[in-house]
């Protein structure tokens, strides 16, 4: 019976190996390689290994997202309870797996002592109650394949470029797990400010007022999820809860209620600058050094 089963999808094979290596140096069983012996059927082989390990570890990326078989071996794990996931690539788990809190192993190339990696030791640990067998360091020491090289810095700078900001906020719609730099956080703001002004001049355009016409009233909608959640992500990467966000986000809305009233609209005013103002000075800090318990430094991945 293995330790561990590594779900993956087959373009992720050199990246599963290595964290089959940091796992075995541990002193875990595991099961990754698909190579069936003869006589047996991949479905049939794979199936039994994943029901017998101990935790299946799924590492999701832009392949295995879309890999059904992956899916398919996540939804078995996490049906019976021993689901770790694995985040390599910046995608989020597909519709149903966002529950279960995953692991940034991004920026991880093998070392021993990286935090993320260390976080998902101590998973595997509380899951199986220890490794089968004693630690074996070599296995670390071993020079890795040039397959474990970093991605090439092209593919790294459009990771971090404006619209890759937007797209990873796009991808985590209704994520607000882990941290989110300044970067990112104000790229999104930029985005939102283009789509709102597209959607004020064809709202005039059809005879609506600005901002209150329907393509305004959706774009405000569809964004309004997303954008909560990289805020919250944002305070997180200064080590702030991201309750004081949505505490931030309700005051705004109060405020600008009592502001529409005329007794009152001087008070709104006031709280909505005061909150405005608190609100863009922690937004705009830089994230906190190193990991915090929200994640690794987003600068770092």
Not at 17 to 37: C, H, K, S, T
Request: aromatic fraction near 10%.
């Amino acid at each position: 019976m293995a330790d561990v089963f590594i779900s993956y999808a087959r373009e992720d094979r050199a990246r599963a190996e290595q964290i089959a290596r940091g796992l075995e140096a541990q002193g875990y069983d595991v099961f990754w390689d698909n190579e069936i012996p003869p006589g047996q059927t991949w479905a049939d082989y794979t199936e039994a290994k994943l029901t017998q390990s101990k935790v299946t570890v799924v590492l999701w990326t832009a392949s295995s997202v879309a890999s059904q078989w992956v899916r398919e071996e996540a939804r078995m794990a996490r049906d019976k309870g021993k689901l770790i996931p694995v985040l390599l690539d910046g995608s989020m788990p597909p519709f149903g797996f966002g529950e279960v809190q995953g692991a940034d192993l991004s920026a991880w190339r093998g070392e021993a002592n990286n935090p993320a990696f260390a976080r998902v030791v101590e998973a595997i640990r509380n899951a199986t109650g220890g490794p089968s067998g004693p630690p074996n360091p070599a296995l670390l020491r071993t020079p890795p394949r040039p397959a474990f090289t970093p991605a090439p810095a092209a593919a790294d700078a459009g990771a971090l470029s404006p619209i890759g900001y937007v797209q990873k906020c796009l991808r985590m719609y209704v994520n607000a797990n882990g941290r989110a730099r300044r970067a990112e956080y104000w790229w999104w703001v930029a985005f939102v400010l283009t789509l709102a002004i597209i959607a004020a001049v064809i709202d005039s355009g059809m005879g609506a007022i600005p901002g209150e016409g329907p393509v305004g009233i959706i774009v405000s909608l569809a964004l309004a999820a997303p954008g909560i959640c990289v805020g919250v992500r944002r305070l997180h990467d200064i080590g702030m809860s991201g309750w004081w966000f949505a505490a931030a986000f309700a005051a705004l809305i109060v405020a600008s209620a009592l502001a529409a009233i005329p007794a009152l609209a001087l008070i709104g005013l006031i709280i909505l600058l005061a909150v405005a103002v608190t609100m863009i000075f922690f937004l705009v800090k830089d994230s906190q050094p190193g990991d915090n318990k929200y994640g690794p430094n987003p600068k770092s991945a």
